[in-house]
T-cell receptor
Framework: EAQVTQNPRYLITVTGKKLTVTCSQNMNHEYMSWYRQDPGLGLRQIYYSMNVEVTDKGDVPEGYKVSRKEKRNFPLILESPSPNQTSLYFC????????????FGEGSRLTVL | GNSVTQMEGPVTLSEEAFLTINCTYTATGYPSLFWYVQYPGEGLQLLLKATKADDKGSNKGFEATYRKETTSFHLEKGSVQVSDSAVYFCALRGPLDSNYQLIWGAGTKLIIKP
């Protein structure tokens, strides 16, 4: 089954404790992206990757890191989480192109205390 | 720059009512237009899309027509069901965007009462 898998789905952590949210897709997509969703703010892009070893900042990259060492994986790293990073995070992937459909993971709800 | 504006929610309707969720956009050239749906507790999924002017996208009884003259892509359904309750996002991707980035509307929450 074609899917984007995120882990963990739920996480409560404390300020400053490094964490990684993993994302894996099995569709051989070149394009991958991370979004955060906050009430009243819609979806905001954090980082995206056009291919292996190619990453770039989205609209809200501060406080986050990513890497793309393999085509299928695109982890999101919070080196020193802060409460303002409490949010619902989505990973997405696509074949790319102007009309390509984005496939989303089920989301990771992160709470930073 | 490119932008998407969609009607604020929540929109509350009774079952079998007619649905319209408005979406207008600003973009240079001819963008591709999308509607994504997010059911409770799930990620977003593509509902329908249109890639050129006057195209009509359709899926699951929903329709939207790409209107270049009014820069709109309104979502419609003739008879909604309780299972249509979700958040709906309008989005565009510009023809010149080399990074495939989607520009998102804020989302419209739809609540259908039995």
């Amino acid at each position: 089954e074609a899917q984007v898998t995120q882990n963990p789905r739920y996480l409560i952590t404390v300020t400053g404790k490094k964490l990684t949210v993993t994302c894996s897709q099995n569709m051989n997509h070149e394009y991958m992206s991370w979004y955060r969703q906050d009430p009243g703010l819609g979806l905001r892009q954090i980082y995206y990757s056009m291919n292996v070893e190619v990453t770039d900042k989205g609209d809200v990259p501060e406080g986050y890191k990513v890497s793309r060492k393999e085509k299928r994986n695109f982890p999101l790293i919070l080196e020193s989480p802060s409460p303002n990073q409490t949010s619902l995070y989505f990973c997405a992937s696509s074949f790319g192109g102007a009309t390509g459909e984005l496939f989303f993971g089920e989301g990771s709800r992160l709470t930073v205390l | 720059g490119n932008s998407v504006t969609q009607m604020e929610g929540p929109v509350t309707l009774s079952e079998e009512a007619f649905l319209t969720i408005n979406c207008t956009y600003t973009a240079t050239g001819y963008p591709s237009l999308f509607w994504y749906v997010q059911y409770p507790g799930e990620g977003l999924q593509l509902l329908l899309k249109a890639t050129k002017a006057d195209d009509k996208g359709s899926n699951k009884g929903f329709e939207a027509t790409y209107r270049k003259e009014t820069t709109s892509f309104h979502l419609e359904k003739g008879s909604v069901q309780v299972s249509d309750s979700a958040v709906y996002f309008c989005a565009l991707r510009g023809p010149l965007d080399s990074n495939y980035q989607l520009i998102w509307g804020a989302g419209t929450k739809l609540i259908i009462k039995p």
